[in-house]
T-cell receptor
C-alpha cells in the first residue's frame, strides 16, 4: 500500500528565507506527483505536477523535484513571503489507470513578517 | 471557467438526516472523486468515478453513496447522517489524456458538514 509522508508537519520561517518541504513515498513506481496548497478553510490549489519521466517542475518562486528511485520529492520556495503561509500537500498517483491520488498529511508553513 | 463547483459550502445535519452534496465540473474531465478531510488525518478517498455510469469505492465508502449520470455531475449522498461523518468534503476531477497536464487534479472549495 502506497504511503506518503511529509516532514516536518509544521514549519515557521522569517520572511525572505528560502525553504524546502519534503515528501517521501513508499512505492517508487508512481505515475506522477502533485503539490497542492491549502489555505485555512479553503480547497486545494494545484501548484506543480511532475510526471514520472520528469525530474523537476518550476513555477515562479516554486521548484519541485522528483527522485523516483529514492521515493522523494522536495518543494523549494525561494524568498518566502507572508502570503506563502498555508498548508502544502504532496500527493502521488500510482499508475495511469483508475488508481486515485494518495495524499500526505501536509506541512503547515508560517512565514513571519 | 468555473472549474469544480461544490454546494453547499456549509451544512449542519441532525443525526439520522440525509442530504446530497453536489459537485459539478465544466472541464470535461472524465475522472471525478470525493474526498473527506479530517483534522490531522489528511485526505481520504470516499468514492470515485472514471466516467458516466461508472463508480467505485475508495478507502472510506461506508455511509455514503454516489451516482454519475453525466460527465459533469458527481453527487455524494449521505443517507443516515452520523457524528463520525462530521468533516470537510472535497470533490475533485482529473484530466486523462496526453500532455503535461495528464492526470492533474482540480479540487472544489469544499463542503463543511457538521452532524449533531
Amino acid at each position: 500500500k502506497q504511503e506518503v509522508t511529509q516532514i516536518p508537519a509544521a514549519l515557521s520561517v522569517p520572511e525572505g528565507e528560502n525553504l524546502v518541504l519534503n515528501c517521501s513515498f513508499t512505492d517508487s513506481a508512481i505515475y506522477n506527483l502533485q503539490w497542492f496548497r491549502q489555505d485555512p478553510g479553503k480547497g486545494l490549489t494545484s501548484l506543480l505536477l511532475i510526471q514520472s519521466s520528469q525530474r523537476e517542475q518550476t513555477s515562479g518562486r516554486l521548484n519541485a523535484s522528483l527522485d523516483k528511485s529514492s521515493g522523494r520529492s522536495t518543494l523549494y520556495i525561494a524568498a518566502s513571503q507572508p502570503g506563502d503561509s498555508a498548508t502544502y500537500l504532496c500527493a502521488v498517483k500510482l499508475n495511469s489507470g483508475n488508481t486515485p491520488l494518495v495524499f500526505g498529511k501536509g506541512t503547515r508553513l508560517s512565514v513571519i513578517a | 471557467n468555473a472549474g469544480v463547483t461544490q454546494t453547499p459550502k456549509f451544512r449542519i445535519l441532525k443525526i439520522g438526516q440525509s442530504m446530497t452534496l453536489q459537485c459539478t465540473q465544466d472541464m470535461n474531465h472524465n475522472y471525478m472523486y470525493w474526498y473527506r478531510q479530517d483534522p490531522g488525518m489528511g485526505l481520504k478517498l470516499i468514492y470515485y468515478s472514471v466516467g458516466a455510469g461508472i463508480t467505485d469505492k475508495g478507502e472510506v465508502p461506508n455511509g455514503y453513496n454516489v451516482s454519475r449520470s453525466t460527465t459533469e455531475d458527481f453527487p455524494l449522498r449521505l443517507e443516515l447522517a452520523a457524528p463520525s461523518q462530521t468533516s470537510v468534503y472535497f470533490c475533485a476531477s482529473s484530466y486523462t489524456g496526453t500532455g503535461a497536464g495528464n492526470y492533474g487534479y482540480t479540487f472544489g472549495s469544499g463542503t463543511r458538514l457538521t452532524v449533531v
